[in-house]
């Protein structure tokens, strides 16, 4: 607190990032990076990238990006936006799309703890609608809301850290339901098992579907996100972008997000072998006694019915693992755990398999 401070920066809960710890042989579990490295073609365009022509500005409008982008997921490149990351077009959603004449925002009650960041930054009036005891969205509680109208409905497909997705109908239903509110799709995870909200687009102006180049990409040191939609909305985004930062995305994130992208065998290989390793955990994780959620993400979300979420978290990382905890009503006794490689998953079962047999 310092009184050179601006009125509102006190105020502020700012998001905490998983921890990024300089143990010796440590195994980072806690924030859902890629365990194989990204593209090799993505490496050599940022190399090629980095040239004289670092001293031009980017191009702002990263056209060979968004042509890109566009042709992949069959739209017009007017119809994408990008961003820093996904969660720098999250705050410009915010921004752009919320803030309504005190119309409030819906989201899940348990969802990516960011939004309620956001939601305090910009003064978002917003309702937290909670998930049902499975853990899944109950879509009639949104398609059947008879509150005030709402600005915005926002949540992530799949869901994070619960790892669960909705199907499409259920998505398209919200999105009909609401022709007058813009509804945020925040699709992080969804390369890794779950159907994009992006094949709707042509029938909903009013839903806006966000990509990231972190989780399936593995980029999440470039800071490559974007978003997809409606002109009218990516309007929106833009205004708010231009009168922030116009040069978010630099020339070497542009580059190597562009290789990456193209880059289809690698993407599918690497995706499907996460999403195998993520079987395979879930099963060992379910033999040592965890209750485990069904995920279509890089991640399950587990717990253990006679061993302390807490616990687990302290003991597993004397042993240089880390995973992620969330100290919130409902899920405090449940740890996040990224899918690794086989050898990752591997450590992580014998280390929890000590823990589990020790106090019994
Ligand atoms: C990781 C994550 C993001 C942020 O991704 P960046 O593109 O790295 O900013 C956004 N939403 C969810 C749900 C995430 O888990």
Not at 28 to 42: C, Q, V
Not at 163 to 175: K, Q
Not at 303 to 322: E, N, T
């Amino acid at each position: 607190m310092s009184a050179l401070w601006s009125d509102h920066v006190a105020d502020l809960l700012p998001y905490v990032p998983g921890e990024q710890a300089g143990i010796p042989n440590l195994l980072k579990l806690n924030t859902n990076e890629h365990p194989y490295g990204p593209s090799p073609e993505a490496i050599a365009a940022i190399r090629q990238a980095a040239n004289d022509s670092l001293r031009l500005y980017p191009d702002y409008q990263a056209r060979a990006l968004r042509q890109v982008i566009a042709a992949r997921h069959g739209l017009t490149p007017d119809q994408v936006f990008l961003g820093n990351g996904s969660d720098e077009i999250l705050a410009h959603a915010f921004d752009a799309l919320f803030l309504r004449e005190g119309r409030p925002l819906l989201m899940p009650d348990i969802t990516y703890s960011f939004y309620q960041t956001y939601c305090r930054m910009y003064r978002v009036p917003h309702v937290c609608i909670p998930l049902a005891d499975d853990f899944t969205m109950r879509v009639a509680d949104y398609t059947d809301w008879s509150g005030p109208a709402p600005a915005g409905i926002i949540f992530a497909h799949p869901n994070a850290p619960t790892g669960r997705a909705l199907e499409l109908d259920d998505i398209a239903a919200i999105a009909r339901a609401h022709p007058d509110t813009a509804v945020v799709v925040d699709e992080a995870y969804v390369d890794f098992g779950a159907q994009s909200a992006v094949s709707l687009l042509g029938e909903f102006d009013n839903l806006l579907v966000i990509h990231t180049l972190s989780k399936s990409r593995s980029l999440a040191g470039l800071r490559v996100g974007f978003a997809m939609g409606d002109t009218a909305l990516i309007e929106a985004l833009t205004r708010i972008k231009d009168s922030f930062n116009s040069y978010p995305v630099d020339s070497l994130a542009q580059a190597g997000a562009r290789a990456a992208l193209l880059d289809d065998d690698y993407f599918e290989m690497t995706r499907h072998a996460v999403m195998s390793s993520r079987e395979n955990l879930a099963r060992e994780l379910k033999a040592l006694g965890f209750e485990v959620l069904p995920s279509r993400a890089n991640f399950v979300f587990a717990r253990h019915p006679a061993h302390d979420a807490v616990d687990i978290l302290a003991r597993v990382r004397k042993q240089g693992i880390l995973l992620r905890h969330f100290r919130q009503p409902r899920i405090d006794q449940f740890l996040r755990i990224t899918v690794g490689t086989p050898a990752d998953c591997e450590r992580l079962c014998q280390c929890l398999g000590q823990i589990v047999s020790k106090s019994h």
